[in-house]
T-cell receptor
Framework: DAKTTQPPSMDCAEGRAANLPCNHS???????VYWYRQIHSQGPQYIIH???NNETNEMASLIITEDRKSSTLILPHATLRDTAVYYC??????????????FGAGTTVTVRA | NAGVTQTPKFRILKIGQSMTLQCTQD?????MYWYRQDPGMGLKLIYY???????DKGEVPNGYNVSRSTTEDFPLRLELAAPSQTSVYFC????????????FGPGTRLTVL
């Protein structure tokens, strides 16, 4: 599995964009980048995923560098409810089976009023 | 849809006791997973299942057993509880390879004393 590196914590002002970086320099060509978040005491929540192109959905945008060695999750207008631990995950698959998401320590994002 | 439900929410066990953590999903997902999360850490995969009657080990299966007799249910059994099994347990499900999102339950907080 490709390993990911994220900063342990970051602060963000409410209403501003939050840019969360992730390094995955050993990613393989067929591995996707996933982002999940975990609000305190709750189960993780899927945010977005991508392979090589930039992706956007109602929650966030994902920017993947051309060499795919790093990515950035963008929360366009952070709110207090976005305070959570954010996990950058490179999906491992075995024989095409989606069997494993490897969660590391993630980035603790605190949105301040 | 209720999504993924887990019972109980909290449980305290004595060393050597046994218990079953229940997990049910109503999304007709083929894949189901059990993770554990120790304090301040990321999630680790215990067991997973790709369909009724099919289960396999994840990263940390020792001390646990699972079964999958129906699509909806994926119980996790602890046979001889140990303090090292004190953790929060999350059940998750996904449709499969074509739909990589995993949907998580609210978790069961287990303490072994």
């Amino acid at each position: 599995d490709a390993k990911t590196t994220q900063p342990p914590s970051m602060d963000c002002a409410e209403g501003r964009a939050a840019n969360l970086p992730c390094n995955h320099s050993t990613i393989s060509g067929n591995e996707y980048v996933y982002w999940y978040r975990q609000i305190h005491s709750q189960g993780p929540q899927y945010i977005i995923h991508g392979l090589k192109n930039n992706e956007t959905n109602e929650m966030a945008s994902l920017i993947i560098t051309e060499d795919r060695k790093s990515s950035t999750l963008i929360l366009p207008h952070a709110t207090l409810r976005d305070t959570a631990v954010y996990y950058c995950i490179v999906r491992a698959s075995l024989g095409g089976v989606d069997y494993k998401l490897s969660f590391g320590a993630g980035t603790t994002v605190t949105v301040r009023a | 849809n209720a999504g993924v439900t887990q019972t109980p929410k909290f449980r305290i066990l004595k060393i050597g006791q046994s218990m079953t953590l229940q997990c049910t999903q109503d999304m007709n997902h083929n894949y189901m997973y059990w993770y554990r999360q120790d304090p301040g850490m990321g999630l680790k995969l215990i067991y997973y299942s790709v369909g009724a009657g099919i289960t396999d080990k994840g990263e940390v299966p020792n001390g646990y057993n699972v079964s999958r007799s129906t699509t909806e249910d994926f119980p996790l059994r602890l046979e001889l509880a140990a303090p090292s099994q004190t953790s929060v347990y999350f059940c998750a499900s996904s449709y499969g390879v074509a739909e990589p999102k995993q949907f998580f339950g609210p978790g069961t907080r287990l303490t072994v004393l």
